[in-house]
């Protein structure tokens, strides 16, 4: 660590003496054009100028290189359009299609050896790119790349469509692609373990587990207020002083430094463990009514009682009442303000009165649902209740559970139209009942039989969204008891220890129109089931969002669709087969599989107004109230063990970065 090399923008490179203060060695007109990669691979150096040139210096006898000796030089071809990585030992570089109108996906990679003697300088004998079965139609152009120290096999790849691929690093062929839901990945850092950094163009940083799919989320940070994250390294040099480094740079000239070894992550996971050491626990009984409406209007429900408020027993009341509706509007006009919104036009005054007619709708609704709920269950208050152009969701709270309350927050999310519109999306509400964290999911996916991809996409977008409605905007650490993980509550997961999701999600089953009749009249619904897409992606999904949910049997007839006022389904030109689009699961944090009890779990079979079929839900589940002396004790004894946690991740980052 005692010499400095540096690079110019004329090409020339010198060699800086730390201790001494002083150059020891030049280099002039060693590149013809700025220097754009000066780096230390184990004892080598390597540089690579704009115009592909690259220098290499090699240790001789475990002595340092030194810019004195004459470098070994190569030449590669880099556009104006490529990112060139030096990852490991060897030099990666991405561009778009190689080919004007091409039709290969972009981007294309190529990879060469420049400290090999024994094998090809070219790794691959033509550019590689992306399998059509693998990830979008399209990825961004690549702005980052990455290793990850127990992740060896594979090469980690940045887009600037929020996107991540994953490359073999002996066959070079990319074997899947994530998605990340970031505003642009602009730089990438493998840190300790399994940890992937990634940087935005948003100034956000997120920490993810890599081990298996779906990715977790381990940490969310703002490094910067504004602009993008330009860059991130690991500072490895502060390790004998017991610490690791992960330096971020932003546009601005700022420089972050931020925990690797991330100590309060661990005190959190290591304080969810010992829970019962401190808290006491009570249940809570929760009410869930999901319904696509079809636009039905609340004079459609004149002299009828809302779905499913008959099951609710004055002496098994819940504490808590959910309400989600779907398609509050006809979505045909919404569409149409899409249209609008997107290519531009004078259509104003329809745009506003269409606006007028959602809010009116949404008014309506609240009144009529919160006179309904005071009638039958007057100690019932309205806490929360928000909508989303069809998306509706209101939540009633038991009076004497409001002193129990905190942070009450709800969020709407856009996924219609590439998240510039909200035909369909997600509204989460969330909120703390004593020290539990909570989220309710009221949900509306891509339509479809054919479009199961894009539904997994409109998860993957809801999951990964950040809840910026928060009422609490405190800074929160591990010696607060607050959120799931550390977290602040602005992430679904895993900042909320347990999560309902309900929705039309709009999975369909696939089956023939007259296979399912069969299946419906014998009452097999396990047979359903068998086929219906939500289950099978479940299960041949590693990645699919909603693995970690649950959902109880289904033991009732498909909720969609209906001709409105009637028992029979579609008999439209269209003939669309029944499916399973409205559904209520569930997520615990607690590895307690029974650690919430679905009650019940029914749809509304004569509620006809609409083309779906009502489905409500009851839960009962612990939630957990911390005694503040007791988790003192235990943070007490948690802060000893971590000083020997700390000395194990030090030692493998010794090894790894030394």
């Known amino acids: 660590g005692r010499y400095l090399w540096c690079g110019t923008k004329e090409g020339d490179m010198f060699e800086y003496d730390i201790e001494a203060m002083r150059v020891t060695s030049t280099r002039m007109s060693a590149h013809t054009g700025p220097v754009l990669i000066l780096q230390r691979v184990k004892d080598n150096m390597i540089s690579i100028d704009e115009s592909g040139k690259i220098c290499t210096w090699l240790a001789k006898d475990q002595s340092l290189p030194s810019l004195k000796d004459p470098p070994v030089t190569q030449r590669i071809v880099i556009d104006k359009y490529s990112c060139t990585f030096v990852l490991g030992d060897e030099v990666w570089v991405a561009s778009a299609s190689d080919t004007a109108g091409s039709t290969s996906r972009t981007p294309r990679v190529r990879i060469y050896r420049p400290f090999t003697i024994d094998k090809p300088f070219n790794a691959n004998s033509r550019p590689v790119g992306i399998p059509d079965n693998i990830g979008p139609s399209h990825l961004g152009l690549i702005s980052s790349a990455a290793l990850v120290p127990l992740q060896p096999d594979y090469v980690f790849l940045g887009h600037q469509s929020g996107h991540i691929s994953i490359w073999n690093r002996f066959t070079y062929s990319c074997v899947y692609v994530q998605k990340l839901n970031m505003a642009g990945v602009t730089c990438l850092c493998g840190v300790r373990g399994h940890f992937l950094w990634a940087g935005s163009r948003q100034g956000e940083i997120r920490i993810f587990d890599v081990r298996e799919q779906p990715w977790q989320v381990i940490k969310i940070w703002q490094a910067n207020k504004a602009g993008a994250v330009t860059q991130m390294i690991v500072d490895a040099s502060p390790i004998d002083d017991g610490k690791l480094q992960v330096l971020a740079t932003s546009l601005e000239g700022e420089i972050h430094i931020w925990d690797g070894l991330l100590k309060t992550d661990w005190m959190t996971v290591e304080l969810e463990r010992r829970l019962t050491e401190y808290s006491t626990f009570r249940t809570l009984k929760t009410f869930h009514l999901t319904f696509n409406i079809d636009a039905a209007t609340?004079?459609?429900?004149?002299?009828?009682?809302?779905?499913?408020?008959?099951?609710?027993?004055?002496?098994?009341?819940?504490?808590?009442?959910?309400?989600?509706?779907?398609?509050?509007?006809?979505?045909?006009?919404?569409?149409?303000?899409?249209?609008?919104?997107?290519?531009?036009?004078?259509?104003?005054?329809?745009?506003?009165?269409?606006?007028?007619?959602?809010?009116?709708?949404?008014?309506?609704?609240?009144?009529?649902?919160?006179?309904?709920?005071?009638?039958?269950?007057?100690?019932?208050?309205?806490?929360?209740?928000?909508?989303?152009?069809?998306?509706?969701?209101?939540?009633?709270?038991?009076?004497?559970?409001?002193?129990?309350?905190?942070?009450?927050?709800?969020?709407?999310?856009?996924?219609?139209?590439?998240?510039?519109?909200?035909?369909?999306?997600?509204?989460?509400?969330?909120?703390?009942?004593?020290?539990?964290?909570?989220?309710w999911i009221n949900c509306h996916l891509a339509a479809g039989q054919r479009h199961v991809r894009q539904r997994n996409a409109d998860l993957v977008n809801i999951f990964e969204s950040t809840l910026s409605q928060k009422a609490s905007n405190q800074k929160l650490d591990y010696e607060v008891d607050a959120y799931a993980g550390g977290g602040d509550g602005s992430m679904i997961l895993p900042d909320?220890?347990?999560?309902?999701?309900?929705?039309?999600?709009?999975?369909?089953?696939?089956?023939?129109?007259?296979?399912?009749?069969?299946?419906?009249?014998?009452?097999?619904?396990?047979?359903?089931?068998?086929?219906?897409?939500?289950?099978?992606?479940?299960?041949?999904?590693?990645?699919?969002?909603?693995?970690?949910f649950r959902e109880a049997a289904i033991q009732f007839a498909p909720t969609y669709k209906y001709d409105r006022q009637t028992d029979s389904y579609d008999t439209s030109e269209k003939q669309r087969v029944p499916a399973y689009c409205d559904r209520i699961m569930w997520y615990s944090r607690s590895e307690d599989a029974h650690a919430i009890q679905c009650l019940q779990y029914t749809s509304q079979p004569h509620i006809k107004m609409s083309d779906h079929r009502p489905v409500v839900a009851k839960f009962s589940f612990q939630i957990r109230k911390a005694d503040p002396k007791r988790r003192k004790a235990v943070l007490d004894e948690l802060l000893g063990d971590w000083q020997v946690a700390q000395a194990e991740r030090l030692r493998a980052a010794r090894e790894y970065y030394n």
Not at 371 to 396: C, M, N
Not at 406 to 411: K, L, Q, T
Request: hydrophobic content about 40%; some cysteine.
């Open 298 to 439: 609340v004079m459609d429900f004149e002299g009828h009682e809302l779905p499913g408020f008959e099951l609710l027993e004055e002496n098994d009341m819940p504490d808590v009442i959910v309400i989600g509706f779907q398609e509050l509007v006809d979505l045909g006009d919404t569409r149409i303000m899409a249209k609008n919104l997107i290519l531009g036009g004078g259509r104003k005054s329809k745009q506003a009165d269409a606006g007028e007619r959602l809010s009116h709708q949404a008014r309506a609704w609240t009144q009529r649902l919160s006179v309904e709920v005071q009638r039958r269950f007057p100690d019932f208050k309205l806490l929360l209740q928000d909508s989303l152009v069809g998306l509706y969701t209101a939540i009633f709270v038991r009076e004497s559970e409001l002193s129990a309350i905190r942070d009450p927050g709800i969020a709407t999310i856009k996924t219609g139209f590439g998240g510039r519109m909200g035909n369909k999306g997600a509204i989460v509400a969330s909120m703390r009942i004593d020290d539990t964290p909570l989220a």
């Open 496 to 548: 909320h220890e347990i999560v309902f999701l309900s929705g039309d999600l709009n999975y369909r089953v696939d089956l023939r129109r007259e296979q399912c009749f069969d299946l419906i009249r014998n009452e097999d619904w396990q047979g359903l089931m068998a086929k219906d897409q939500l289950q099978r992606q479940l299960k041949e999904s590693p990645g699919h969002r909603l693995k970690p």
